[in-house]
């Protein structure tokens, strides 16, 4: 079965600094990968996916992500934070691009933006 | 894009009462809906899937006395919390797949269930 880990609760960094949320997952068949995000009281929003084709995957608001097949990972970045994106991300993975397949999620991780 | 609207979105119950949550998708058909369960500070937990027509598949540990799920039409799914305990107390989110077929899925704003 899948599996998703997020290394990091919390990061903090300051306004206008570049941010890495780190994702590692683990299955034993091909995967889709998800990155969300959720404000305060909020729904989930996708911010980006990697179904196949290129490894770098750009999102909404700045946000990229990178496929690494070899070391199991989607590392979340983003070269300047801004006060706006503090909330929680959460790292998904599916091993199936059937729509009726569940998708699993990451603990999460709090981006802290500092001003 | 895809809306999926999720009603009520806070709620406060009795112990021992039971809460409806409806899970609506907005100008699409969603044949499988899913509900998650997020604890304060703490990632989604899939609870079950929700499909039209039929029982609804729910995952290791969850009980299906307690939380019942119908998804009687393509665009409204439905959870009810029976007889609600503050152990109960959470946040509920439900998803549906968006229309373009890939798996990605679309949440609703969640529904915050505080039982007393």
């Known amino acids: 079965a899948q599996s998703v880990t997020q290394l990091d609760s919390q990061v903090p960094v300051f306004e206008e600094a570049p941010v890495e949320l780190r994702c590692n997952y683990s299955?034993?068949?091909?995967?889709?990968l998800f990155w969300y995000v959720q404000y305060p009281n909020q729904g989930l929003q996708l911010l980006l996916k990697?179904?196949?084709?290129?490894?770098l995957v750009k999102g909404i608001n700045g946000f990229e992500a990178e496929f690494n097949k070899s070391q199991t990972s989607f590392h979340l970045r983003k070269p300047s934070v801004h006060i706006s994106d503090t909330a929680e991300y959460f790292c998904?993975?599916?091993?199936?691009?059937?729509?009726?397949?569940?998708?699993?999620f990451g603990k999460g991780t709090r981006l802290h933006i500092l001003p | 894009g895809a809306v999926v609207s999720q009603h009520p979105s806070w709620v406060i119950c009795k112990s021992g009462t039971s809460v409806k949550i409806e899970c609506r998708s907005l100008?699409?058909?969603?044949?499988?809906m899913f509900w998650y369960r997020q604890f304060p500070k703490q990632s989604l937990m899939l609870m079950a899937t929700?499909?039209?027509?039929?029982?609804?598949?729910?995952e290791q540990g969850v009980e299906k006395d307690k939380f019942l799920i119908n998804h009687a039409s393509l665009t409204l799914s439905t959870l009810t919390v029976t007889s609600a305990h503050p152990e109960d107390s959470s946040f509920y989110i439900c998803?549906?797949?968006?229309?373009?077929?890939?798996?990605?899925?679309?949440f609703g704003a969640g529904s915050r269930l505080t039982v007393l």
């Open positions: 998803s549906a797949h968006e229309v373009s077929g890939a798996n990605v899925l679309t």
């Open positions: 299955s034993s068949v091909s995967v889709y």
């Open positions: 990697y179904l196949s084709g290129s490894t």
């Open positions: 998904a993975v599916s091993e199936s691009r059937n729509r009726d397949d569940k998708i699993i």
């Open positions: 100008d699409f058909q969603a044949t499988t």
């Open positions: 929700s499909n039209e027509g039929s029982k609804a598949t729910y």
